[in-house]
């Protein structure tokens, strides 16, 4: 992994600790120096977070022990095995070498009484909720940060009272006292957040009696729903290793600095299969079919056209941030629907994409359900508001590679880095080795 040119260490991290994300290796506010050369090098995608929390569950659930190979290590991750540890599960850790053993319970949930913490990781808070109710007499304590106790769970928790689950709250903080799932028809919404249903489908095969779920409402990004239906028929054949794609959330931002900066970059870990587990791919097929990016397996260039993209990202909504944030530099409207339950995740996302593109000088329009981005010509000396949110700071770092006044001088800058912990906490190192490999 390339080292940082340009922000200092800070205070280490204390063995077994989850770091909240304004704890880490990164400065208060980073001025992202731009690059005066298309990008040209290698990144190496970390292990994409919703297949690698997924796998840890699934692995608990299953009746051996399994080997996670390329998993991510990060604050939503650590958060998850921290969860699973005080629950009672073995789980050993390798950083260095990207694995992940765990030995799985067969169902059983060995602790009954344990608290639970989920910072903002959605997929830790959901999927755990569900996971702990396969406990025919448990007690169990969740919170979240700040961000989470607005984040949609009320739907699942009551579909798992439905079960016989006693929740104390319909939002964190809250206790579950559990009682098996007995299985039958549960009712869901799940048009906050697919990840409601994902964590029933995981732990459906564990109830007494077959458990279905019927579901209310339309479903929003349901690549995660088939991820998680092929994960749950992958680990059915109880795997003694499990090898874990490499983020294509991640990968988006490799795709927008290869526009930005008119380069190329080696994707690593990235898998371009029809077959791949992430739905959020999609982006790469999305930016080639409009003329943005040509891709030839894992190395993405600039295209020739730079005209503003028009697409629902309903099912890919997390690159969203990855295409807006770049949209001031395309000839031409973008415009990105399909949004709306991306104002309940770690921040209200479509609100703070305006709020800061408005700062940066661009006309647009906010709907409850899209964003319009008009380019303007790009404001300098803008510090961007991040809101704990790990896609503002990724998706702007990237707009600040742009040279804007070709004087290779920073002229953006991105306050709470450091939240990109909560997914890709190498994220402005390697832009900084690909910056210093490029010029
Ligand atoms: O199941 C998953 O791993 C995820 C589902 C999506 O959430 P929503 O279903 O809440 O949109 C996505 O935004 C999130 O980053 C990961
Ligand atoms: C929405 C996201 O995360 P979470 O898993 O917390 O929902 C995200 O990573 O963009």
Same mark, same amino acid.
């Given at each position: 992994m390339v080292r940082s040119a340009g922000h200092p260490r800070a205070r280490p991290r204390l063995p077994g600790t989850i770091p909240?994300?304004?704890?880490?290796?990164?400065?208060e506010k980073l001025p992202i120096p731009p690059f005066t050369r298309p990008v040209r090098g290698s990144a190496t995608l970390p292990g994409s977070k919703s297949i690698t929390n997924r796998a840890l569950i699934l692995a608990a659930l299953g009746r051996e022990t399994v080997t996670l190979r390329g998993a991510l290590f990060s604050r939503d991750t650590r958060i998850m095995v921290a969860a699973l540890r005080q629950l009672g599960f073995a789980v050993a850790t390798d950083e260095s070498a990207l694995t992940i053993r765990i030995e799985g319970r067969g169902g059983e949930i060995p602790v009954r009484e344990a608290k639970i913490e989920v910072g903002n990781a959605g997929t830790a808070a959901r999927f755990l909720t569900a996971f702990v109710c396969l406990r025919p007499d448990g007690v169990y304590h969740f919170d979240g940060d700040e961000a989470m106790r607005r984040r949609p769970i009320g739907a699942l928790l009551e579909a798992l009272e439905a079960q016989g689950a006693r929740a104390?709250?319909?939002?964190?903080?809250f206790t579950l006292r559990t009682a098996g799932l007995p299985g039958g028809t549960v009712l869901l919404d799940a048009s906050e957040s697919s990840q409601l249903l994902s964590a029933l489908l995981m732990v459906a095969p564990h109830a007494k009696s077959p458990l279905t779920v019927s579901l209310k409402g339309e479903t929003v990004s349901k690549p995660f729903v088939t991820m998680t239906e092929r994960m749950v028929a992958q680990f059915a054949a109880s795997p003694a290793d499990y090898a874990i794609e490499g983020d294509a959330t991640a990968a988006s931002y490799f795709a927008a600095l290869a526009i930005v900066t008119e380069g190329s970059v080696e994707v690593n870990g990235l898998n371009p299969a029809p077959d791949a587990l992430q739905g959020d791919i999609e982006f790469y097929r999305l930016l080639t079919a409009r003329g943005l990016i040509r891709c030839n397996g894992r190395h993405v260039s600039h295209a020739p056209a730079r005209h503003g993209v028009i697409a629902n990202f309903n099912d890919f909504s997390d690159t969203f941030l990855s295409l807006a944030a770049i949209?001031?530099?395309?000839?031409g409207p973008t415009k990105i629907a399909g949004i709306a339950h991306t104002r309940k995740q770690e921040t209200d996302r479509v609100a703070g994409m305006a709020r800061e593109l408005t700062k940066l000088g661009q006309h647009v329009v906010e709907t409850e359900d899209s964003l319009e981005i008009h380019p303007r010509p790009l404001v300098p000396g803008v510090e961007i508001e991040t809101y704990h949110d790990h896609r503002f700071a990724m998706s702007f770092g990237i707009l600040g590679c742009h040279d804007l006044r070709g004087d290779g001088q920073p002229w953006l800058t991105i306050k709470?880095?450091?939240?990109? $912990?909560? $997914?890709?906490?190498?994220f402005f190192d390697l832009l900084a080795g690909l910056r210093a490999g490029s010029h």
């Open positions: 909240p994300h304004s704890v880490s290796t990164y400065p104390s709250a319909r939002s964190f903080p949209a001031p530099l395309l000839d709470d880095p450091a939240c990109c $912990t909560k $997914t890709f906490p190498a």
